[in-house]
């Protein structure tokens, strides 16, 4: 998408304006009408700035200038105008305009203009990504730790969807970290301060799911010599975690759909109904859709659940993560153990790379925790396989020797003079490959 958007219904205007900002290397597109930029803006988002004539056939540019900044009242507008005035003038900036420009107007002074524009709207976008990085530092803290792709998508998803009330179901492989992610949601909402309660619907016995799910009164059944507060209600005004969804029984998914549809519950034994206030959150590691047309799970639950979906990916689509999740489960495990990390050798690491990590995240944990007790790597079973990559020899080097970088970096904690000490390289060699692989030694820093 371009960075302006130009809009004047004179075809000459609009050419000699194009011309110009070639020259000047503004990237930007061009419409003859106001109901043509919108169109764009709905398929590809607002650009950085829009250039506007007031006077433009259907919607005005003043009109468009409304609907803009009800979008985003931070946007930058230009208006240009033949028939401006002073008035005209103060009210357009008064009403969110960035700038007034009227015609005839020298082409130097509406690149100035548009650059100054372009500039501040960048500066305001890093702002916000930085405000966004930083909150979602601040209440995920090193938990969920990476740097690849699909982790930065993670917690960009946590950060928008966190503070809102919508329901979730997590999909990922055993070990992912489904759980440490419903945490971050709920940390990271405004359901912070009261409970996050979690349930592994696979580990409750079917007699008596009900009762832990909703709570029983007294007398209700044999053996209930007390009344009971269930999962739901001790979740009131926070978080229900409900783990392996997939293993609740049938007859209890019908019940779960009405409590969620109607946020109403009774307990067993009970004609009382009690207003719920909670946000659950599901996880599953099946397809929840392939086991309702097979019959295996109730399909209007699974509608129900499936609000928003998260995928979390596996650790063998994230391997560039290895290092720094290990070097961060030493750190947790020698501090539970009162002993020192040990540092991890090139060869190990190499064995860490090349693991396809069937227990994912979770694995990586125990064999952090089993390298600090033991001082080696093992029992990482039959799933450890040579290197055989569709990349080029050239590309699995490049791939090993980056993450030695970085491992060393995190080691060091961003330290050049220490790394360089303990790859045994020179300065300028280390910054080359630095530069190389893209690697910025702030990122390591402690």
């Known amino acids: 998408m371009s960075d302006v958007y130009f809009i004047d219904d004179e075809s000459n205007i609009r050419i ?69 005035d002073i008035s005209m003038a103060v009210n357009a900036l008064q009403n969110g305009a960035y700038d007034f420009i009227e015609k005839p107007f020298a082409i130097d002074r509406l690149i100035d ?41 993670l917690r960009d998803t946590i950060t928008h969807i966190a503070d809102t009330d919508a329901d979730i179901l997590l999909f990922g492989e055993t070990g992912t970290g489904k759980e440490l992610v419903a945490r971050s949601i709920h940390e990271q ?39 009971r507060i269930g999962k739901f209600e001790h979740a009131q005004g926070g978080t229900l975690f409900l783990d392996e969804i997939e293993s609740m029984p049938m007859q209890a998914q019908i019940r779960l759909l009405r409590v969620l549809q109607e946020r109403v519950l009774e307990r067993v034994g009970s004609n009382e109904l009690l207003p719920l206030d909670i946000r659950v959150i599901a996880a599953t590691k099946v397809n929840l859709k392939h086991a309702a047309d097979e019959g295996q799970f109730r399909a209007d639950l699974y509608y129900r659940l499936n609000v928003v979906t998260i995928d979390l990916p596996p650790l063998r689509e994230r391997k560039e993560d290895i290092p720094a ?6 750190l947790v495990a020698a501090a539970r153990y009162g002993k020192t990390a040990p540092a991890l050798p090139a060869s190990d690491l190499s064995t860490l790379l ?93």
């Open 113 to 153: 203009t548009t650059q100054r524009a372009l500039e501040k709207r960048s500066l305001w976008l890093e702002n916000q990504a930085l405000k966004r990085s930083l909150k979602a530092s601040q209440t995920l803290g090193p938990r969920i730790i990476g740097d690849t792709e699909s982790i930065q998508l």
């Open 189 to 227: 909402s405004s359901r912070r301060e009261n409970n996050f309660v979690a349930i592994n619907c696979g580990a409750v016995a079917e007699n008596l799911i009900e009762s832990e799910l909703y709570g029983h009164e007294k007398g209700a059944f044999t053996g209930a010599d007390s009344q």
């Open 16 to 84: 000699a304006i194009e011309q110009s900002f070639e020259l000047e290397d503004i990237s930007a597109e061009f419409f003859a009408s106001a109901e043509e930029a919108l169109l764009a803006i709905k398929e590809h988002g607002l650009p950085k700035v829009i250039i506007t004539d007031i006077c433009l056939p259907g919607l005005s540019g003043e009109q468009l200038l409304a609907t803009l900044v009800h979008q985003d009242p931070d946007i930058p507008v230009i208006l240009i105008t033949g028939h401006g």
């Open 325 to 330: 999740l290990f070097h961060h489960f030493l």
């Open 354 to 446: 090349n693991h396809t990590w069937p227990g994912n995240v979770r694995e990586l944990r125990n064999a952090a925790e089993r390298f600090v007790l033991l001082g080696k790597l093992n029992q990482l079973g039959d799933s450890v396989v040579p290197v055989v990559s569709e990349n080029s020899l050239a590309e699995q080097v490049a791939e090993f020797e980056k993450s030695a970088i970085e491992h060393a970096l995190i080691e060091c904690g961003g330290s050049i003079k220490l790394t360089m000490e303990k790859l045994n390289l020179a300065r300028k060699t280390l910054y080359d490959k630095m530069q190389k692989y893209q690697i910025e030694k702030e990122a390591f820093k402690n």
